[in-house]
């Protein structure tokens, strides 16, 4: 059984899967689901708070991890404070930031988690704007400290849910539609006058020619066909 280090301790999970992207400015990320054993799947909203924290740490007991996330890990100032940020849409966040204070993690109605964000007064200054607990994305503090880099970990519980990260993680490259024109006065197909491209950017196309995975599933599944009675048995190991 494979072990991924995602809290002091080594916790084991079932299977991965994800999946490497490439935004279009070339910076590449990779999108994740990862299932728990059993032993160590979070059944109560306690349990979800030994992986997952959405505070502001304190800067004196762990100075390391209070600056990666107070880099890395907050929200652009939204809302009142900065009406013209880039996630703003009729007034309001996209990302649904800020959220509001909550002193214990607990389930909502529809299943989904609420992480614990307590009003302790903590806060930092963010260009002209100070943003507290309410703007902090959810991460974990090991795989920061490990990786020094943007790692946005959520706790998923839903069917419907899955079902979208599923999609999500296997919804394939970015693509261009190009439209081709002709200047002369021939007549020219208008359909042939569309290409459906894929887009390739520079930091991908090295990314590829070194052979690095773009995508990794453990454990792989393979398709088996139906055997009627009397013909090849199929094995399992």
């Not at 959405?54 to 890990?73: G, H, Q």
């Not at 009406?83 to 703003?88: F, L, Y």
């Not at 607990?106 to 943003?131: N, Q, T």
């Not at 999609?167 to 394939?172: D, I, M």
């Amino acid at each position: 059984m494979s072990k991924y280090l995602i809290d002091p301790k080594f916790i084991c999970f079932d299977a991965v899967i994800y999946t490497i992207e490439f935004q279009k400015r070339g910076l590449s990320h990779a999108h994740k689901l990862v299932f728990l054993h059993p032993e160590f799947r979070c059944v109560h909203p306690n349990n979800i708070d030994k992986i997952i924290c959405a505070e502001i740490p304190d800067k004196n007991r762990d100075p390391e991890l209070y600056n990666i996330v107070t880099s890395l890990m907050i929200h652009d100032p939204c809302g009142d404070q900065n009406t013209s940020s880039p996630c703003m849409d009729r007034g309001k966040c996209t990302k649904y930031f800020p959220k509001r204070f909550v002193d214990s993690t607990v389930i909502d109605a529809d299943g989904y988690p609420v992480y614990r964000r307590r009003d302790d007064g903590v806060f930092i200054k963010k260009g002209e704007a100070f943003v507290d607990n309410r703007y902090v994305v959810p991460y974990n503090p090991t795989l920061l400290k490990r990786f020094n880099a943007h790692i946005n970990v959520e706790w998923c519980n839903q069917t419907r849910s899955i079902k979208y990260l599923f999609k999500y993680v296997n919804k394939g490259n970015d693509r261009v539609t190009a439209t081709f024109y002709n200047t002369g006065n021939e007549c020219y197909d208008e359909i042939k006058m569309y290409y459906d491209c894929m887009y390739l950017s520079a930091c991908e196309a090295v990314w590829r020619i070194f052979s690095f995975d773009i995508n990794y599933r453990e454990p792989s599944v393979e398709r088996l066909n139906f055997h009627l009675e009397g013909e090849e048995p199929v094995v399992y190991e």
